[in-house]
């Protein structure tokens, strides 16, 4: 990502805005430092030269303590705008990567990005917060006061302005050569931090099954070895930052002494006059100042800039075309799976797949673990193209079929149910005699019997304050209560009890009774046994083994 990468400012509304006001106040800060500069020369030229009283320089000193006070206003206005519009970017940034990750397909997430784009979604988008308040400033004042003050200097004195003019490119030519190992080192830590992301949501995803054979605090070495790499990447990023902040500072820091001993020996030969040396000799360090703070910042900004490089490389993953054609009645229309195969690195999953889903029919799919069913659900919903074969509703071709029209049609329970925040009543939906009818079918009326408040009581973020059987019964009940055509059931029996197998299985046959369809993976015969049409699902290894 360049220093101001102009997709940034195409993604992002906020960003926009954001430039436009910091070059604004960059041009009115230029103009406040040459004030000031010249304000304080003369007052002190004044004193020193004529011996001016402080009745006399009370006027300029007001002047000078007023600039001041508007130049203080205009850095905190700028930082104050800085936060809010790095928390607004950061937000659109996030919006968008996420809306794009889901858009790209499961296919997509599943290939390896998905922990990536959790981890950059999160904590790695928060590292653009430096780059707005503390880099990108100094940037634009780099563009705006240096070469502002630099020519009010050449107009005040030219030989002081040839020192600077010549010894200026070394600060950017240093700035560069520590930038681009920075850069390779931030590039490093994101990676490493994704590393760390993944195993850390994976072994979360797991630890239930590990719990359950005791070997919960085996990838315990693993995550601390991904730590402990984030660790020393981040620690040799600072060391240069350290080393590169003073390599800066001395430079600067020399080119300043430069001009002022010329300027020293120009005004003991009496070949300069002391209000001009005293101005020069203020003005040089602003010279530097943007561009050394432009330094300085590049290491706190260069973790987000290395994140909004890689959101920019998901933002411009190109989705594939949607269809345009409204999906056809699922109430009346036949869904069909021919010969249907997904290239996957073991092969293919699922391997010449047929389906043949008729309005208010039960179709169940099994095979072993890893066989590719729920990617054949994802065929069956248009969320998964497939490499070979067609997936059709009523002879029109899911990739010519508006998504959205699709998606209405249909209920899908995977095997952790999603719950959001709220009552159990809102996420259930449904009036009261409804409600009361599916909980007695479900079993969420024995639910209910043990919670607070009943109907009333709040849930947490994915159901949080129930087990995870009750979660199920939830998500049953609300599938069972909507009104679509079509119910996908991925492996709902996964994690219940006989009871709660039951309740699956009365489910089962309440929707079809209800003239709905039902796809259903299932591993139990009992839920085998309920199914109009059982399909095996095979992969290309299972078929060569």
């Known amino acids: 990502m360049r220093p101001l990468d102009p997709r940034l400012l195409r993604h992002a509304r906020a960003a ?28 002190l030229g004044a004193a020193v030269s004529d011996g001016a009283t402080l009745d006399v320089l009370r006027p300029t000193i007001a002047w000078l303590a007023a600039v001041v006070a508007v130049r203080t206003l205009v850095t905190a206005v700028q930082e104050r705008f800085a936060h809010r519009a ?16 889901v858009a790209l397909g499961p296919r997509w997430l599943a290939s390896g990005e998905g922990p990536a784009v959790v981890t950059l979604a999160t904590r790695g988008l928060d590292a653009l917060e430096p780059y707005f308040v503390r880099y990108l400033p100094q940037l634009i004042l780099a563009a705006t006061v240096t070469p502002g003050v630099l020519l009010v200097v ?40 994704q590393r760390l992301g993944s195993q850390v949501l994976d072994l979360l995803a797991g630890l239930p099954t590990l719990r359950a054979h005791g070997r919960e605090r085996g990838p315990g070495a693993r995550v601390r070895t991904l730590g402990d790499a984030h660790r020393r990447a981040t620690m040799g990023t600072l060391r240069i930052a350290f080393l590169s ?70 933002l411009e993953t190109p989705v594939p075309a949607a269809g345009t054609r409204t999906a056809p009645d699922l109430r009346t229309a036949v869904l069909r799976l021919d010969d249907v195969a997904v290239r996957t690195s073991g092969g ?11 309005p208010g029919t039960v179709v169940a799919l099994t095979g072993p673990s890893g066989v590719g069913k729920t990617t054949a659900l994802e065929i069956a919903l248009g969320l998964v193209r497939p490499d070979e074969g067609t997936a059709s ?36 939906g449904g009036d009261d005699g409804s409600r009361a009818t599916a909980a007695a079918l479900t079993g969420l009326d024995a639910v209910l019997a043990t919670l607070p408040d009943g109907w009333a009581t709040s849930l947490g973020r994915g159901g949080a304050g129930l087990s995870l059987g009750q979660r199920q019964r939830v998500a049953l009940t609300r599938t069972l209560l909507s009104s679509t055509p079509l119910v ?58």
């Open 154 to 193: 050449l107009g005040l004195d030219w030989v002081s302005a040839a020192i600077l003019v010549v010894v200026l490119p070394l600060v950017p030519i240093f700035m560069v050569l520590v930038g681009r190992l920075t850069q390779g080192r931030s590039e490093q830590g994101l990676v490493s931090m």
């Open 348 to 358: 293919s999953t699922p391997h010449n797949l047929d389906l043949v889903l008729r």
């Open 393 to 428: 509703i009523d002879g029109v071709d899911l990739t010519e079929v508006d998504p959205a029209s699709l998606w209405a049609q249909v209920s899908w329970l995977p095997q952790r149910p999603v719950l959001e925040p709220g009552t159990v009543a809102e996420l259930v």
């Open 245 to 314: 902040g003073m390599v800066l500072e001395l430079l600067t820091t020399l080119s300043v002494a430069l001009v002022a001993v010329g300027i020293g020996l120009r005004l003991v030969e009496g070949n300069l006059d002391l209000v001009t040396g005293i101005a020069v000799l203020v003005l040089a360090p602003e010279v530097f100042l943007p561009l050394r703070q432009v330094g300085v910042q590049f290491h706190a900004a260069a973790d987000g800039v290395a994140a909004a490089g890689r959101a920019f490389e998901v």
């Open 488 to 545: 996908v059931l991925d492996e709902p029996t996964a994690h219940l009890d006989a009871a709660g197998e039951q309740v699956v299985l009365d489910t089962v046959r309440a929707l079809r009774d209800a003239g709905r369809s039902v796809l259903l993976v299932a591993h139990r015969p009992s839920l085998v046994a309920v199914a109009d049409d059982v399909v095996q699902v095979r992969s290309t290894a299972a078929v060569l083994a």
């Open 16 to 43: 926009r805005g954001y430039v436009a006001l910091t070059a604004a106040l960059g041009a009115v800060t230029a103009a406040l430092v040459v004030a000031q500069a010249l304000l304080l020369a003369h007052a």
């Open 86 to 101: 790095a928390t607004r970017t950061v937000g659109e940034l996030r919006e968008q990567v996420v809306a794009h990750a």
